[in-house]
């Protein structure tokens, strides 16, 4: 059985044991009905692992149900409607309303009725949502909350990603927050310490990221632009990077043997690499204090 670098690549990234066997389990052709007995899962690790390869995009495609072209335009009698019934929206409006502390007017009602009506998305998976959203802004160094635009065009996301369990939702929240600490230790690795990415800044470096790279290895390229130009380059620091994803350089060691000129003294090549090194302890170090 032959699985795929980038595949391979993705388990490793996830670090769960529980995924990994059941992508070995379906890779070898057995069979989901019969997964949980045949790798003593219970039911609750086996929609965790599941849920986890969905996020990762190595789970079997299955077809999303269709959703009207528009979403329908919502009338404060629409609300007021739906607030009779008891549970559901009327919950997850009080959880949305303590999460973001405030009272949502009556536009971000209809934003937040869209959600759980159109989208179809259950209440406590919005909520989670939510608490994404927040959790990611804060991340990012933010000290506003999200506004519920930005929650609804995150919902889209998750909708497309077919996200629509507790169990998907915390796979994708651990997943996504996890690469955003990522994202900030690769900003301190590129001594951008004195702003925040800007969007297209960011989608590069988990691009990066996505390719199977470590702020180790992206340290090295940054110490490579340096040297070469003088100055910090997105371009070339992306050129370097994509040169050695396509030759399947992702780690030191695999850069430091198959991207070094014949001849070069091995003191000479190593220099530079091990100033990556030190530089990515720093910032690892700066960031636990």
Not at 127 to 150: D, E, F, H, V, W
Request: hydrophobic share 40%; charged share 25%; glycine share 6%.
């Amino acid at each position: 059985m032959t699985i795929p670098e980038s595949d391979w690549r993705k388990l490793l990234g996830a670090a769960s044991g529980d995924s990994a066997l059941l992508y070995l389990y379906l890779r070898a052709g057995g069979d989901l009905e019969h997964g949980e007995t045949a790798l003593r899962f219970s039911r609750s690790r086996m929609e965790c692992a599941a849920a986890s390869l969905k996020q990762m995009g190595l789970w079997p495609d299955a077809p999303k149900p269709l959703r009207p072209a528009e979403p329908p335009t919502y009338t404060e009698a629409d609300l007021i409607q739906e607030m009779k019934k008891p549970g559901g929206f009327n919950q997850l409006l009080g959880e949305a309303q303590r999460r973001l502390g405030k009272v949502l007017s009556t536009e971000e009602l209809k934003v937040l009725l869209s959600l759980y009506d159109y989208l179809g998305l259950p209440a406590e998976v919005i909520s989670l949502l939510i608490s994404y959203c927040i959790q990611r802004a804060k991340a990012k160094g933010s000290s506003r909350l999200p506004s519920m635009r930005t929650i609804e065009r995150e919902a889209y996301r998750w909708a497309d990603l077919g996200i629509d369990t507790m169990e998907e939702a915390a796979a994708h929240m651990q997943m996504e927050l996890e690469k955003q600490s990522q994202v900030n230790v690769i900003r301190r690795v590129l001594q951008l310490t004195d702003r925040r990415l800007a969007p297209g800044e960011e989608k590069l470096v988990r691009q990066w990221l996505d390719w199977g790279f470590s702020p180790e290895e992206i340290a090295m390229a940054y110490d490579r632009t340096c040297l070469k130009t003088g100055v910090f380059s997105w371009k070339y620091i992306n050129s370097i990077l994509h040169s050695w994803h396509q030759q399947g350089l992702h780690t030191v060691a695999a850069i430091e043997a198959g991207d070094k000129a014949p001849g070069k003294p091995a003191a000479q090549a190593q220099q530079p690499n091990q100033w990556a090194r030190d530089a990515v302890e720093r910032m690892m170090r700066d960031q636990e204090e």
